[in-house]
Antibody, heavy 113, light 110 residues
Framework: EVHLVESGGGLVQPGGSLRLSCAAS????????MTWVRQAPGKGLEWVAN????????FYVDSVKGRFTISRDNAKNSLYLQMNSLRAEDTAIYYC??????WGQGTLVTVSS | QAGLTQPPSVSKDLRQTVTLTCTGN????????AAWLQQYQGHPPKLLSY???NRPSGISERLSTSRSGNTASLTITGLQPEDEADYYC???????????FGGGTKLTVL
């Protein structure tokens, strides 16, 4: 059974940093694109970034380019999102997803002073 | 990045049929189709249909998808109370190199 478990969320001040992690199990992690999607409180889904199986290709939504970095460790079956220069508008639940077919429960990131 | 267009809300009676729409352009929906996801309040999204119209294992046969040009559709027949949820479409945009989502449709079953 596919399992994705996010961690690393929390309260951070504007301008601060957080690193999200996603632990994957139940499938061959190295064979799949992986994705981060976020959802602001009461709002819709917004794709944030994704990364190819070998980490060679990475894509980002314009609003996080230069601030967020997606990465993966296939040996550890783990996906990461390094978030720097955080803004209030980055406040959201951040979901880790395998392509878009399996999703974790999400981790809440709150950017506030 | 421009998103896909979905009606914000739709209401239909129990046991009726509803079709939800999702409009994009030739770089996204018109190119590779759209995936459909369902989300209940307080829960993560769940994939209902891949872009190739295949349903993942365990998804009801009452759900079907189609595409005409730049518009994708999700049809649910025999509406049940448990179909009341938010529905999102998503497509890969080849010009943006980005996934784009619709704003979501809140389906109410009367």
């Amino acid at each position: 059974e596919v399992h994705l478990v996010e961690s690393g969320g929390g309260l951070v001040q504007p301008g601060g940093s957080l690193r999200l992690s996603c632990a994957a199990s139940g499938f061959t992690f190295s064979s799949h694109w992986m994705t981060w999607v976020r959802q602001a409180p009461g709002k819709g889904l917004e794709w944030v970034a994704n990364i190819k199986q070998d980490g060679g290709d990475r894509f980002y939504v314009d609003s996080v380019k230069g601030r967020f970095t997606i990465s993966r460790d296939n040996a550890k079956n783990s996906l990461y999102l390094q978030m720097n220069s955080l803004r209030a508008e980055d406040t959201a639940i951040y979901y880790c997803a395998r392509d878009l077919d399996f999703w974790g429960q999400g981790t809440l990131v709150t950017v506030s002073s | 990045q421009a998103g896909l267009t979905q009606p914000p809300s739709v209401s239909k009676d129990l046991r009726q049929t509803v079709t939800l729409t999702c409009t994009g352009n030739s770089n996204n929906v018109g190119n590779q189709g759209a995936a459909w996801l369902q989300q209940y309040q307080g829960h993560p999204p769940k994939l209902l249909s891949y872009r190739n119209h295949n349903r993942p294992s365990g998804i009801s046969e009452r759900l079907s998808t189609s595409r005409s040009g730049n518009t994708a559709s999700l049809t649910i027949t025999g509406l049940q109370p448990e179909d009341e949820a938010d529905y999102y479409c998503s497509a890969w945009d080849s010009s943006l190199s980005a996934w784009v989502f619709g704003g979501g449709t809140k389906l109410t079953v009367l």
